[in-house]
């Protein structure tokens, strides 16, 4: 039947436009979270002159993207702090949880641990990021990253001091090539959507969307099938009241 046809190929092109949505949205959370270690990195940089240039980061660098690996940074491992050195703890968390984290990382070392933060907002989300620096005394570390990753943000690994720069640098190309790749897939389902509700004549004249004399039709299935429940069934036929136009009698 006609109805069948129209109802697959709307399924069709409604499952292509929701994988393409969904798709889309990946890659506006990936920019995010690449924007997100940007602005660690460049707030590592900027706390350097106070925390000095002998502090390490904690955690082990992992590939995710950042175009950071493991074989590209000597990082302390949390599991083996350097006893008595200055270390600390970066990331990203929504500001309403700001608060939160000082007291928490205030109460677990005793206060013998400095918070950092700078807000910022993306997306209309008011954000904080964060850097908790601290003496590595016993299993602080281990206690600190507990917390940090306790909360719904994002804890990063930073690389070595001196490749802060390097990272951020090519951190930024990354965000550029992905935004470009995120404008030109939006744009093709922008256009895919113009196309699959466009309906233009041979002879150029434009007439209703596709999607509009799809609408009409299911309408028109809808009333004729409620019209029928509405009659009495015979053995093949259906008897009952219907009223028309009397041009149409």
Known sequence: MLFDAIEADVHGKEEFVQNMAKRIQEMKNDINKLDDYIRVLNFVNGMLPQIGANARPVGTAINDGFGVSPSDNQIVDSSEPMLGGVSFISGTIRQEEEERLKKMVFRATRGKALCHTRTFSQDGVDKVVYMVVFQDIANTADRVQKICDSFMG?????????????????????????????????????EYLYGINHNRNRDGADHASTLEVYAWFVAKEKAIYNALNMMKSRASTYIGFLWAPIEKE
Not at 154 to 177: H, N, S, Y
Request: hydrophobic fraction near 30%; proline fraction near 3%; charge should be positive.
């Open 154 to 190: 994002q804890r990063f690994d930073v690389p070595e001091l001196a490749r802060v720069a390097e990272v951020t640098t090519q951190t930024t190309k990354d965000i550029t090539k992905s935004r470009d790749l995120l404008k030109t897939s939006e744009l093709q389902l922008k």
